[in-house]
């Protein structure tokens, strides 16, 4: 087996010792770690403003469900090429050129004066986020002590955090105004850029070259592609919640959006760090995401079905962040596990397939509503997941 495909390899006494808490680490990667949480605020930022940019910028709501395809599909594409560049440039200038470019356009996105700027900026913002994410991923798992797997505890927390902490910022922000939330990401990232610069140390290129097309190729191997179109179904469901259920929610404050979804990130952050290792210490990695898939399918029905009961949405929402809080972690560690090609490759890989069914979904849930009903994008999101 490729020792890069590993985790034993990569972490030769996990078997042997007790593994180092995931949490005690060097500067450099609590760094890394903070700018993934604000990255990762980005993802659920605008939920608790969708509803309002509907209104005030008069867009129907599978336009203003193009902020998560646009974003979401550029940094799906760009994956394909974030090794090729990290490979030239090095893992620091990489990671400091992608929060460069969310700086300027998640900065650009709050001074626009339409839903067309926004979606366009978005997509910016989204070039950077794929340099950012793909590379803070590698450079989390090569540095970061407690091994392989703490690693990946690590990079969930952060995920999790920044998925809780994201609505609530942009509730607070976009309750004075839909710019609030953009230009505060900015200012975060910003912030992330200068402790990144100053704490990760230089890391100059690898010996070897990635080629552009090897993230394409490793699709050969059945094991990473099977895995890959597994989380381009699930990012199909989840996506699908996170962009239309908002429009579900209404009336509704983005204040109250915001403490839903902070509720929801809540739950992705416990099941992810602690709810899924344990579930996997005693039922396994398949036996654990086969129910898991279930119990999601049937929380995204229950939406469809009772779609217009403003309550029972709400608790579906919250009670969807402890499936895929199992889900982040379990598939991220079998994707980075099982793949024959370096981590990066995997990584890249998967973040592509997996998230054209995430930016997609949004949209095509948007398009659903308006020419069938409000049911069938959960509906579709069930039988995906």
Request: proline share 6%; aromatic share 10%; with cysteine.
């Amino acid at each position: 087996m490729n020792p890069a495909a590993d985790p034993t390899a990569a972490d030769p006494t996990a078997s042997h010792a007790p593994a180092a808490s995931p949490f005690r680490q060097p500067k450099a990667v609590w760094a890394v770690a903070f700018a993934c949480v604000i990255s990762f605020m980005g993802i659920g930022l605008v939920d608790p403003i969708l509803p309002t940019l509907a209104g005030q910028l008069h867009a129907t709501p599978s336009q203003v469900e193009l902020l998560f395809t646009s974003y979401l599909v550029v940094t799906a594409v760009m994956m394909l090429v974030t090794g090729w560049v990290s490979s030239r440039l090095g893992a620091k200038r990489t990671l400091v050129a992608g929060l460069i470019l969310i700086v300027i356009f998640a900065a650009a996105a709050g001074a626009s004066g339409g839903i067309d700027g926004i979606v366009g900026f978005r997509a910016g913002w989204g070039l950077g986020n794929a340099l950012f994410i793909a590379t803070s991923l590698a450079v989390i798992v090569s540095s970061a002590s407690g091994g392989f797997r703490g690693a990946i505890i690590l990079y969930e927390t952060a995920l999790g955090i920044g998925i809780a902490a994201g609505p609530i910022l942009g509730g607070e922000l976009g309750s004075i105004s839909w710019r609030g939330p953009f230009f505060g990401v900015s200012v975060l990232m910003a912030v992330s850029l200068v402790a990144t610069v100053i704490l990760l140390p230089r890391t100059p290129p690898p010996a070897r070259k990635e080629r552009i097309s090897e993230p394409i190729k490793a699709l050969r191997h059945r094991a990473l592609a099977t895995t890959s179109v597994v989380g381009l179904l699930y990012n199909w469901g989840f996506f699908t919640m996170l962009g239309y259920a908002p429009f579900l929610m209404r009336p509704i404050t983005p204040q109250q959006l915001g403490l839903v979804f902070c509720g929801w990130g809540i739950l992705v952050a416990i099941f992810a760090i602690w709810v899924a290792p344990w579930l996997r210490a005693r039922l396994g990695t398949p036996g654990t995401l086969y129910g898991n898939f279930v119990l999601l399918a049937l929380d995204l029905a229950v939406i469809g079905i009772w779609n217009a009961d403003r309550t029972v949405v709400i608790a579906a929402v919250i009670v969807s962040g402890a499936f895929i809080g199992v889900n982040n972690t379990l598939v991220t560690t079998a994707v980075m596990s099982i793949a024959p090609v370096e981590r990066p490759v995997a990584s890249a890989t998967y973040g592509f397939v997996r998230f054209i069914g995430g930016g997609l979904a949004p949209f095509v849930a948007g398009k659903l509503v308006e020419y069938v009903d409000a049911r069938l994008p959960f509906v579709i999101g069930a039988i995906t997941v």
